[in-house]
C-alpha cells in the first residue's frame, strides 16, 4: 500500500503548479504550493502514509462536517433542518446570493459558509468559553489527538478578514434563521476553521464516519448511525464545494474539502483518508489532491457508486 501511495504522490505532485494557494485568509498564504501527502487508516486500524502527511495546516471547512455532526448531536435533526437545507447550491462555497433570492430564507446546506454559521449557532452552551471547549473536547476525541489546537495567527487573520461571513450572519440574524449574539457565533466559526491537523487527524476523522461513528480501537458508539450517515450523505452531494457532482463521478467516495489544502474522505466500512495538498483550483479544491484521490479510487476500486 505505501508503496502505491508514493507512486500516486510522485505522479501527481505536479499539479500544484496549476493551482494557488488559499489568499484571501492572509496568514493561508504561508503555505508552500508544492506539499502533497496521505494518509490512509484501514478497517483494522493499519496506518499507511505518504509525502508530506505529517504538514501542519487548519482543517477550515472540513470542520463542517464536525460541527453537523455535533449539532445533530445536541438538537432534534428535525430542528436542524428547519434552520438549514439539505440541497446542493451550484453556488461557490461563500456565496451570498440565494440568501436573498430563493424562496426560502434558509441556506441550501451545511456544507456552505452561510449553512455552517447556522450549525455552529445550534452547539449548546451556556457561554462562548463552553461552546469553544465543548468543540475542541469533540475535535479531540474523534481525532484521537489530544493536541489538536486553534492557530491562533490563522484564527485573527480569519477574524480581521471575515467581513463576507459577517455579512451572512447578520443576514442570518435579520431573518431570524440564528439567534443568538451574531460576534459570538462567527467567533466560534472562524475558531473551528482555525484548528490546526494533519492527513493523519482527517484519516482518523474519517475513519469514524466511515465505520458509521463507532471508534474502530475502542468499539465506543460515538456518534449515532444516522448521523454518520447524514454527514456522509452530505459529503457526497456537497463536499467538494460546487465541484461535488464531477468528484463523484470521478472519485465516487464521500468527501469534504477545505482552502487550507485539507481534504478528509470516508469510504464506508473500509477507510478514512486524509490528504493535504494546499495548491487549490478556483473552485477551493486541492488540485493535486483531487488527482491524489481519483487515482487511488481507480487503483483500489473505492467509488461507492
Known amino acids: 500500500m505505501e508503496n502505491l501511495l508514493n507512486h500516486i504522490i510522485k505522479t501527481n505532485k505536479k499539479y500544484a503548479n496549476y493551482g494557488q494557494v488559499a489568499s484571501y485568509i492572509p496568514e493561508l498564504r504561508k503555505s508552500n504550493a508544492e506539499d502533497l501527502g496521505i494518509c490512509i487508516i484501514d478497517k ?68 456552505i459558509n452561510a449553512g455552517a454559521i447556522v450549525t455552529t449557532s445550534l452547539i449548546k452552551g451556556d457561554s ?36 463576507r461571513n459577517r455579512a451572512m450572519a447578520y443576514l442570518l440574524k435579520n431573518d431570524g434563521v440564528i439567534a443568538g449574539d451574531v460576534d459570538e457565533i462567527l467567533d466560534l466559526y472562524f475558531k473551528q ?68 489544502g485539507g481534504v478528509m474522505a470516508s469510504v464506508p466500512k473500509k477507510m478514512g483518508i ?8 478556483k473552485k477551493g479544491n486541492s488540485i493535486a489532491g483531487i488527482k491524489v484521490l481519483e487515482d487511488l479510487s481507480k487503483q483500489l476500486e473505492l467509488s461507492i457508486f
Open 128 to 163: 462562548l468559553k463552553e461552546k469553544e471547549e465543548r468543540m475542541l473536547s469533540f475535535f479531540r476525541k474523534i481525532s484521537k489527538n489530544e493536541n489538536l489546537n486553534i492557530n491562533k495567527a490563522v484564527y485573527e487573520s480569519e477574524k480581521l478578514t471575515g467581513d
Open 274 to 281: 486524509g490528504v493535504y495538498g494546499p495548491s487549490l483550483d
Open 44 to 111: 483494522n486500524n493499519k496506518i499507511y502514509c505518504a509525502g508530506d502527511y505529517k504538514t501542519k495546516f487548519t482543517i477550515q471547512s472540513v470542520s463542517k462536517t464536525i460541527i453537523l455532526a455535533m449539532a445533530l448531536m445536541d438538537n432534534d435533526w428535525s430542528y436542524v433542518f428547519s434552520k438549514v437545507g439539505m440541497e446542493p447550491s451550484g453556488d461557490p462555497f461563500n456565496s451570498i446570493m440565494k440568501l436573498e433570492t430563493d424562496d426560502t430564507t434558509k441556506p441550501c446546506n451545511p456544507m
Open 193 to 260: 476553521c482555525s484548528i490546526e491537523v494533519d492527513a493523519v487527524d482527517l484519516a482518523r476523522i474519517g475513519l469514524l464516519f466511515a465505520n458509521y461513528g463507532v471508534d474502530i480501537e475502542t468499539g465506543e458508539r460515538v456518534l449515532s448511525e444516522s448521523v454518520s450517515r447524514m454527514v456522509k450523505t452530505f459529503m457526497v452531494t456537497c463536499g467538494m464545494y460546487d465541484s461535488s457532482g464531477e468528484f463523484a463521478i470521478k472519485v465516487g467516495i464521500p468527501a469534504k474539502s477545505g482552502v487550507g
